[in-house]
């Protein structure tokens, strides 16, 4: 079956480290997303790509940094430099002829101890 | 104010009630999606809709878009209907992009 993979579901980091959250799509979508979910707030987008080698900063960029290598693959580096980062990330991915129709991934939990 | 207002914030039905959900949004948008979140936390998109209603099984969503407001209605709940609810229009961003923004969520418990 088509979907959105994100690994790993929970994740614990030390603070001052990095570490990264996989996003893998099976869908042939061309664009990808990166939304961060913090409790009882609305999702805020961090980075999307809409093609292969490039991908632009949302609304709340600092201290996240991303790569779009592959079409398939949109992996978000948590970086030390992230003052606030535990929190609930959300992958989506979508098809640019379906504007606006989002397929999301099950998420990502990261807390820093 | 927040670019996006739901109400209510949390819900608590009992079997077989109506549920209503409310939406109002202050962007211009093109389209606007209602989306489902269960408590393991991943994401569905229930639906998108640019004007009118639009019906998948017991779930309706309609939107008025000069009123700039969407309800989401729920016949017949169910106790699996119990999830949070989220309103996303999707507005115009800079350089022409499309932007969605989302609302907190209605969290709705729905009781045997």
């Known amino acids: 079956d088509g979907g959105i993979t994100q690994s790993p579901k929970y994740l614990f980091r030390k603070e001052g480290q990095n570490v990264t959250l996989s996003c893998e799509q099976n869908?042939?979508?061309?664009?990808m997303y990166w939304y961060r979910q913090d409790p009882g707030q609305g999702l805020r987008l961090i980075y999307y790509?809409?093609?292969?080698?490039?991908?632009q900063k949302g609304d709340i960029a600092e201290g996240y940094s991303v790569s779009r290598e592959k079409k398939e693959s949109f992996p978000l580096t948590v970086t030390s430099a992230q003052k606030n980062p535990t929190a609930f990330y959300l992958c989506?991915?979508?098809?640019?002829?379906?504007?606006?129709?989002?397929?999301f991934g099950a998420g990502s939990r990261l807390t820093v101890l | 104010k927040n670019e996006v207002e739901q109400s209510p914030q949390n819900l608590t039905a009992q079997e077989g009630e109506f549920i209503t959900i409310n939406c109002s949004y202050s962007?211009?948008?093109?389209?606007l999606h209602w989306l489902q979140q269960h408590p393991g936390g991943g994401i569905v998109s229930l639906f998108m809709?640019?004007?009118?209603?639009k019906k998948h099984g017991r779930l309706i969503a309609t939107i008025n878009i000069q009123e700039k407001h969407s309800s989401l209605h729920i016949t017949a709940s169910h106790p699996r209907d119990s999830a949070v609810y989220i309103c996303?229009?999707?507005?115009w961003g800079q350089g022409g992009s499309e932007k969605l923004v989302f609302g907190k969520g209605t969290k709705l418990t729905v009781n045997p």
């Open positions: 962007v211009g948008i093109s389209a």
């Open positions: 996303a229009p999707l507005s």
């Open positions: 989506a991915s979508r098809n640019r002829a379906h504007v606006g129709v989002l397929t």
């Open positions: 790509s809409q093609i292969v080698n490039d991908f």
């Open positions: 869908l042939n979508h061309d664009a």
């Open positions: 809709l640019s004007s009118g209603k």
